[in-house]
C-alpha cells in the first residue's frame, strides 16, 4: 500500500518542525520570565517584611516577631545575591540559566 501525500499533510509537517522550535523559544523565553518573576517578588517580599517589622518595631518595640522578620528578610537576600552577583569570571546563575534551554 503506498502512501500518496496531500499538500494538507505537507503543510501539517511543515508546522510540527516549526512548532518544535517555537516550543524551545518560549521555553527560554519562558524560563527567563519566570525567575525574573520570582526575584522581583523575592525583593518586594523581602522589603515588606523589612517594612512589617518597622512598623512591629513602633507600635510595640523590640519583639522576637520583629527580629524573625528581619531574620527572613535577610535570608532572602543573600538568596538573591547568590543568583545575581557575579563571580570573577563575570557570570551569575541569572545569566547562567538564562543561557541554557
Request: glycine share 6%; charged share 15%.
Amino acid at each position: 500500500m503506498s502512501r500518496t501525500t496531500s499538500p494538507l499533510w505537507d503543510e501539517a509537517t511543515k508546522r510540527y518542525a516549526e512548532f518544535a522550535r517555537l516550543r524551545a523559544l518560549s521555553t527560554i523565553f519562558m524560563g527567563s520570565f519566570m525567575l525574573n518573576f520570582v526575584l522581583s517578588v523575592a525583593m518586594l517580599s523581602g522589603f515588606l517584611l523589612l517594612f512589617g517589622a518597622w512598623k512591629r518595631w513602633r507600635q510595640v518595640g523590640t519583639s522576637q516577631q520583629m527580629w524573625l522578620m528581619v531574620a527572613a528578610a535577610l535570608v532572602i537576600f543573600a538568596n538573591i545575591a547568590i543568583w545575581v552577583v557575579p563571580d570573577d569570571k563575570g557570570q551569575s546563575l541569572v545569566t547562567g540559566s538564562a543561557r541554557q534551554p
